[in-house]
């Protein structure tokens, strides 16, 4: 039993003292029991993310916790947030801050996005015009920026530290210009540097081994730098790519991805293939109602043995419009997307025979094309995370976050959170 420095004003009822905690193996993985009792509280748990998430619940509950007891565990293992800095760069202070943003949610994952037709922004040894070039721009101009290694060991730690496990994206064949700017070789034709919005418009050369050498290295040396099992290979919207080159580099990315120890993701396009190493997971970003074949494709990875990760686009795409004059974010994905809306979803109700133990969990993305701030990421964020983030943890049919949600208020307040006030809610 280890005593812990008070956390909360142990307000009426509950005697000031220490908070204790103690360990019980019994305990749900990353679940929590949290004992409100006069004399004192008591966090019981089975590993330290749950004495973690107690003490989030426990800033929830304000300066006054009421007595009782409170028994708590994840639904899905898989908690996520994605965050594109590639289309805007984000500096290191930003994503720290999103990192303890999302782990007041109990968020267990964060996706970067590190690479884009925009900018690459991963240092890779072996390729350094990938950063001094292709890191050089962004959308609107303004510069870009990339990460260090030892700037990408910092977010790694830190996140680490909050339960968080960094999980990081290298997008291929396509979103791929910045990379063929660096390294005109890897493309299929010669490319011009680009600060616009749309996708699909470029390629890898598919043919090419060296292309493949290049896939190795930069899987290789990601790998080494991310202590977290999942590296991300993407495969979304591959326009340019045909049919036959996009399964022949499917094949060959993900088996070099696998050949790093890690267990890799792609976006559910990469279920086209038959050819997955085992254990691959599939990123659903189809809409709640699938527009075929994205949920065959979905069910495609669970076939060759691997799990989904769930972030319907009309549901948790967070960068989609709150309203249609909102000031800024994107307006497809059949937005905008209300706070309901990221609320009133069941995961397994989506993709047509995927069972909930095919579901590794859900993750809501944010884009970047018109969002060049944290304050403005969290703006989108919050409080439509907070909605998806009780799908991820919360059992089904869970409801009632909006009567919530100004206490959560508070602790976005006491931490200077840029929420948007949307309408329909009691905010103080
Ligand atoms: C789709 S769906 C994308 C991104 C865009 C986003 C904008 C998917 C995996 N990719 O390239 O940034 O829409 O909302």
Redesign the pocket.
Known sequence: MIPLPVLVDLGDGIAAGPITRTTDASIPPEGYRLDLEPTGIRITSSGAAGAFYAEQTLGQLGEHPPTGVIEDHPRFAYRGAML?VA?HFLPVEAVLRYVDDIALLKLNHLHLHLTDDQGWRIEIDAYPELTRIGGATQVGGGGGGYYTKADYRRIVAYAAERFVTIVPEIDMPG?TNAAIVAYPELGDEPAEPYEGIE?GFSTLAIGEDSTYEFVRTVLTELAAMTPGPYLHLGG??SFKTSDQDFLLFVRRAAELGAATGKTVIG?HEMGRSSELPAGMVGQY?DYAVPREPAGEHTLSFVRQGGKVILSP?DRV?L??RYTEDHPYG?V??DGPTTLPDAYDWEPTDIVPGLAEADILGVEAPI?T?TLATIEQVESMAFPRLAAVAERAWSPRGASGLLERLPALQAVWDARGIAYHRVPGVGWA
């Open positions: 594109d289309r979103h996708v979304d919207e976006w970003w686009a795409y960068d989609i994107l497809w994905a884009w094309e």
